[in-house]
């Protein structure tokens, strides 16, 4: 861990595989900031009530905001990518607003197109599914869609938002975190109908 770092930051999912293939991690893995990756059952709510280590707080990349971890120019860069989105992010949120809090810009991506954040105090979506096993009420939540603008299908939304690819770009955040999706069925023809 760099000295510089403030705090030790972890992700968590089911299994090693995804934890290590989570959205999340793409501007770590760009920066070189070592994450953990948890994927015992266990960690989640370790992690939720054992929140320091030597002094450094554990913070999940896959909660709330991160911390500027760009240099001014690459900064720069991205304001300028996502300039121009504000009416696309309106357009995305009314169409997608049942099941998100909110759609924003990333600062965390660099390679996918979309990935699902909780609020910083709020239970993320491997807690939730973890609860829902062990047949614990699961407080109703919305999570949070953040998108890449510098991504093919993203800037596609930009120049026309296209009902189809939002939902799409939402069921693959879904995936991506290892979630289910509540109608695979609608997902498949949706993915059908926009490679055709």
Same mark, same amino acid.
């Given at each position: 861990?760099? /000295?510089? @770092? /403030?705090?030790?930051?972890?992700?968590?999912?089911?299994?090693?595989?995804?934890? /290590?293939?989570?959205?999340?991690? +793409? *501007?770590?893995? @760009?920066?070189?900031?070592?994450?953990? %990756?948890? &994927?015992?059952?266990? =960690? +989640?709510?370790?992690?939720?009530? #054992?929140?320091?280590?030597?002094?450094?707080? %554990?913070? &999940?990349?896959? /909660?709330?905001?991160? +911390? =500027?971890?760009? &240099?001014?120019?690459?900064?720069?860069?991205?304001?300028?990518? $996502?300039?121009?989105?504000?009416?696309?992010?309106?357009?995305?949120?009314?169409?997608?607003?049942?099941?998100?809090?909110?759609?924003? *810009?990333?600062?965390?991506?660099?390679? &996918?197109?979309?990935?699902?954040? $909780?609020?910083?105090?709020?239970?993320?979506?491997?807690?939730?599914? *973890?609860?829902?096993?062990?047949? @614990?009420?699961?407080? +109703?939540?919305?999570?949070?869609?953040?998108?890449?603008?510098?991504?093919?299908?993203?800037?596609?939304?930009?120049?026309?938002?296209?009902? =189809?690819?939002?939902?799409?770009?939402?069921?693959?955040?879904? %995936?991506?975190?290892?979630?289910?999706?509540?109608?695979? $069925?609608? #997902?498949?023809?949706?993915?059908?109908?926009?490679?055709?």
């Amino acid at each position: 861990m760099g /000295k510089d @770092q /403030k705090d030790i930051y972890y992700v968590t999912a089911e299994t090693y595989a995804a934890a /290590k293939g989570s959205p999340h991690l +793409e *501007i770590f893995k @760009q920066k070189d900031i070592e994450v953990l %990756l948890l &994927s015992d059952r266990v =960690d +989640e709510w370790m992690v939720n009530n #054992f929140t320091e280590f030597e002094g450094k707080n %554990l913070k &999940s990349i896959a /909660k709330g905001d991160l +911390e =500027d971890l760009d &240099s001014k120019e690459e900064k720069k860069e991205k304001e300028k990518a $996502a300039k121009g989105f504000k009416k696309t992010l309106t357009a995305m949120q009314k169409i997608l607003d049942n099941q998100v809090k909110e759609v924003k *810009i990333s600062n965390r991506l660099s390679e &996918s197109p979309s990935c699902l954040v $909780a609020d910083e105090n709020e239970l993320g979506g491997n807690m939730e599914r *973890i609860m829902a096993s062990l047949g @614990q009420d699961v407080p +109703e939540t919305k999570p949070i869609l953040e998108i890449n603008p510098t991504h093919p299908l993203v800037e596609k939304l930009k120049v026309k938002v296209d009902e =189809d690819l939002v939902r799409v770009l939402f069921d693959q955040a879904v %995936l991506s975190e290892g979630g289910q999706l509540k109608d695979p $069925a609608e #997902f498949v023809k949706r993915m059908n109908k926009l490679i055709n």
